[in-house]
Nanobody
Framework: QVQLVESGGGLVQAGGSLGLSCVASGTIFALNVMGWYRQAPGKQRELVARISSADGTYYAASVKGRFTISRDSAKNTVYLQMNGLKPEDTAVYYC????????WGQGTQVTVSS
């Protein structure tokens, strides 16, 4: 059974930082590239960062240099450190495999005020 539980979102001013965490069930975490996605109101869900089991990373151009993805295999947890936040980063953030499973967690809201 796939389970994904995201946490760490909140309200922050532009230029601030937040750290997100996602605990994933063992199967999905151990066998897959893991990613952080986000969905802003009225927009499609997009992949912002992914990390392989060998710690290879990819970032969308919009977040490169500001966000850092990491994983802790012992804790089945993937993290997203977000620095230099901008109002356009406001969205609900989700983690999932890449490509994603059909099951999603509840997500965590990130709101960046200008």
């Amino acid at each position: 059974q796939v389970q994904l539980v995201e946490s760490g979102g909140g309200l922050v001013q532009a230029g601030g930082s937040l750290g997100l965490s996602c605990v994933a069930s063992g199967t999905i975490f151990a066998l897959n590239v893991m990613g952080w996605y986000r969905q802003a109101p009225g927009k499609q869900r997009e992949l912002v960062a992914r990390i392989s089991s060998a710690d290879g990373t990819y970032y969308a151009a919009s977040v490169k240099g500001r966000f850092t993805i990491s994983r802790d295999s012992a804790k089945n947890t993937v993290y997203l450190q977000m620095n230099g936040l901008k109002p356009e980063d406001t969205a609900v953030y989700y983690c999932n495999a890449v490509p994603y499973y059909s099951v999603w967690g509840q997500g965590t809201q990130v709101t960046v005020s200008s």
